[in-house]
């Protein structure tokens, strides 16, 4: 299981990138030095700026609300999926229970 990193630290790291994207020949570079020098992994903070990046507009795809928000429907989807099937069964279970046939 991943480790959950501070907020804190992913905004600095963010805002370190972004403060020297123009000194490095490419974004990977410059979250390698930032990574290095924050203690956590280039790939890491190459993946908060790019959703930085995107939460503020400046780059196409799915912002962090949106991911949170298709993360609960998610959740109530299989929650609902649950109780119907729970209820199927239910009313299996009753229907067979009162045939008289079965007395």
Same mark, same amino acid.
């Given at each position: 299981? *991943? %480790? %959950?990193?501070?907020?804190?630290? %992913?905004?600095?790291?963010?805002? =370190?990138? !972004? $403060?020297?994207?123009?000194?490095?020949?490419?974004?990977?570079?410059?979250?390698?030095?930032?990574?290095?020098? /924050?203690?956590?992994? +280039?790939?890491?903070?190459?993946?908060?700026?790019?959703?930085?990046?995107?939460?503020?507009?400046?780059?196409?795809?799915? @912002?962090?609300?949106?991911?949170?928000?298709? +993360?609960? =429907? +998610?959740? &109530? !989807?299989?929650?609902?999926?649950? $109780?119907? $099937?729970? /209820?199927?069964?239910?009313? @299996?279970?009753?229907?067979? &229970?009162? $045939? *008289?046939? !079965?007395?």
């Amino acid at each position: 299981m *991943p %480790k %959950k990193i501070d907020e804190e630290l %992913k905004a600095r790291a963010v805002r =370190l990138v !972004n $403060d020297r994207r123009g000194e490095y020949s490419s974004l990977t570079a410059a979250c390698a030095v930032v990574a290095k020098q /924050l203690g956590v992994g +280039k790939e890491s903070v190459r993946r908060w700026v790019i959703q930085s990046d995107v939460d503020s507009g400046t780059r196409q795809g799915v @912002t962090s609300e949106e991911l949170a928000e298709i +993360k609960a =429907l +998610k959740a &109530e !989807n299989r929650r609902l999926r649950e $109780d119907v $099937d729970i /209820l199927r069964r239910a009313t @299996t279970f009753f229907a067979g &229970e009162l $045939d *008289p046939r !079965n007395r």
